[in-house]
């Protein structure tokens, strides 16, 4: 006859294998975190190209114009003309509003150059601007007052706090597309060659959303 050996686990040995669950989920999860905040910010880089590869076809049918303000919001011309039919990649994915549908009819979205005019909109083409890569058309934007992404983004000197200005959400850097077709994460040195028509880029809010750092 065999004898059935038992294995049973001590309350110490329990004790010391939650013990270093513990320990190795701590030094894991930081890292996790990080690497899926790596991926939201690629992710919202893809979107970035497909939102400025829309703008650039609107305005190739439109005298290279680009009609941004109030009354004549970017995003909805983009969606009601069929430039875009997936108004999630409008959003950034790392924003409290990752969705369209939650964006007030696109009033809460990636920020744009702003005129503030309907009647006054902006011609903007690759050829008009020498440094074509450094002239930005959208971005990760941030209103602190709403505490949301805000279509527009201004370039005045006045720090209202209404006023969307890019923010340096992904990792202290925030993600733009440029008038050439391409798309970058800026951080706050590099947001120094950074032109918004007319003027350069002068504040952009910190990680945080609590405050607006000045640039220029
Ligand atoms: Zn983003």
Redesign the pocket.
């Given at each position: 006859m065999s004898r059935k050996i038992e294995y049973r686990f001590t309350l110490i040995e329990v004790l010391v294998v939650i013990g270093v669950i513990s320990i190795l989920a701590s030094l894991l999860l930081p890292s996790l975190g990080k690497a899926k905040e790596r991926v939201?910010?690629i992710h919202?880089l893809n979107n970035q190209k497909q939102t400025g590869l829309a703008i650039q076809s609107y305005m190739s049918d439109f005298s290279f114009y680009f009609a941004s303000s109030n009354s004549s919001k970017w995003t909805t011309n983009l969606m009601l003309n069929s430039y875009l039919s997936n108004g999630d990649i409008l959003c950034?994915?790392?924003?409290k509003i990752p969705r369209y549908a939650d964006s007030a009819s696109g009033w809460f979205t990636y920020g744009a150059i702003y005129t503030n005019d309907a009647s006054n909109c902006i011609q903007m083409s690759a050829p008009q601007f020498a440094h074509a890569s450094r002239v930005y058309m959208l971005g990760?934007s941030l209103s602190i007052e709403n505490q949301k992404p805000m279509f527009r983004m201004f370039a005045q000197d006045d720090v209202s706090e209404n006023y969307g200005r890019p923010h340096l959400?992904?990792q202290q850097k925030?993600?733009m597309y440029f008038l050439d077709g391409h798309a970058e994460g800026k951080n706050m040195a590099t947001l120094r060659d950074v032109v918004q028509v007319p003027n350069w880029v002068k504040y952009a809010a910190d990680q945080s959303g609590s405050v607006y750092l000045k640039i220029y």
């Open positions: 939201k910010a919202c950034c994915p790392s924003s990760c959400i992904h925030v993600n």
